[in-house]
């Protein structure tokens, strides 16, 4: 098994798919308790934050699958079992890194509401580890995408002859 069969591309987005794997038990969400009653005193509600797999409901099958569908093409590049002009393997990392990117914007714009009562509503207030995962996502994306780029690149030379001859 030979990392240096790894271009840049699937470097940069197997490395992203395990710091992903790694912030999805960090604490993307804290809780914090809203009165929704008319009532005169304050109601205080202390919970711990939650993680990705506490926290969504599809949303981290979608990231575990790209990340495993990141690792796999990594993995298969790396043991020479996946020729670089069979199926564009790197367009769909970078289509599952897009998708991600997507899914967790949409849950920073839009955090989940945990619980609701009659008179109190438990909602997700953003952490920090959220826009780690954010940047992991991204680089899943963009390292897919260089990957991509990388095998055209190194595609047109092969089919060009190799490389020219200086003088």
């Given at each position: 098994?030979?990392?240096?069969?790894?271009?840049?591309?699937?470097?940069?987005?197997?490395?992203?798919?395990?710091?992903?794997?790694?912030?999805?038990?960090?604490?993307?969400?804290?809780?914090?308790?809203?009165?929704?009653?008319?009532?005169?005193f304050a109601i205080r509600s202390v919970e711990p934050g939650k993680n990705a797999w506490e926290a969504l409901d599809y949303i981290?099958?979608?990231l575990l699958i790209t990340i495993l569908a990141t690792l796999a093409v990594a993995a298969l590049r790396a043991t020479n079992a996946?020729?670089?002009?069979?199926?564009?393997?790197?367009?769909?990392?970078?289509?599952?890194?897009?998708?991600?990117?997507?899914?967790?914007?949409?849950?920073?714009?839009?955090?989940?509401?945990?619980?609701?009562?009659?008179?109190?509503?438990?909602?997700?207030?953003?952490?920090?580890?959220?826009?780690?995962?954010?940047?992991?996502?991204?680089?899943?994306?963009?390292?897919?995408?260089?990957?991509?780029?990388?095998?055209?690149?190194?595609?047109?030379?092969?089919?060009?002859?190799?490389?020219?001859?200086?003088?």
């Amino acid at each position: 098994m030979g990392l240096g069969r790894l271009s840049n591309g699937e470097r940069i987005s197997s490395g992203s798919a395990i710091l992903l794997f790694a912030f999805m038990f960090l604490h993307w969400f804290g809780v914090k308790a809203i009165n929704t009653s008319n009532l005169l005193f304050a109601i205080r509600s202390v919970e711990p934050g939650k993680n990705a797999w506490e926290a969504l409901d599809y949303i981290p099958t979608v990231l575990l699958i790209t990340i495993l569908a990141t690792l796999a093409v990594a993995a298969l590049r790396a043991t020479n079992a996946l020729r670089k002009d069979s199926f564009p393997v790197n367009a769909v990392v970078a289509i599952l890194g897009f998708v991600s990117v997507g899914l967790i914007l949409f849950r920073i714009i839009d955090p989940p509401v945990f619980r609701v009562e009659p008179t109190i509503t438990s909602e997700g207030a953003v952490q920090f580890p959220i826009f780690l995962a954010l940047l992991a996502a991204a680089g899943i994306a963009v390292g897919g995408l260089q990957a991509m780029r990388e095998e055209s690149v190194v595609g047109s030379e092969q089919a060009s002859g190799g490389s020219e001859v200086g003088g």
